[in-house]
């Protein structure tokens, strides 16, 4: 079975950051892509960010040159750098992996998401 949990939300003012992390456990034979979404209030869900296998990027326009994803394999998680934030990055942040296990081949999972308010 694979959990996946998300970390470092909050409220932060305009122009602060944060640092969010999602962690994938279990019997996990591999990850290949990895991501971050978020959902704000009235809004469909949207893409932030996806980080290939071989570590390849894409961004949301609305966030390019704000925000950055990484991740470290070795610890199965994913990160999301924020700078500058902007009251519209007001949203549920939610991540998802691609990930391989012996019991149930390629699927994806997500994590249960986590909120980010940015506020004065």
């Known amino acids: 079975q694979v959990q996946v949990v998300e970390s470092g939300g909050g409220l932060v003012q305009p122009g602060g950051s944060l640092r969010l992390s999602c962690a994938a456990s279990?019997?996990?034979?591999?990850?290949?892509?990895m991501g971050w979404y978020r959902q704000a209030p009235g809004k469909q869900r949207e893409l932030v960010a996806t980080i290939s296998g071989e570590g390849n990027t894409n961004y949301a326009d609305s966030v390019k040159g704000r925000f950055t994803i990484s991740r470290d394999n070795a610890k199965n998680t994913v990160y999301l750098e924020m700078n500058s934030l902007k009251p519209e990055d007001t949203a549920i942040y939610s991540c998802?992996?691609?990930?391989?296990?012996?019991?149930?081949?390629?699927?994806?999972?997500w994590g249960q998401g986590i909120q980010v308010t940015v506020s004065s």
């Open positions: 279990g019997t996990i034979l591999s990850i290949s892509a």
């Open positions: 998802g992996f691609t990930i391989t296990t012996w019991a149930r081949g390629v699927r994806d999972y």
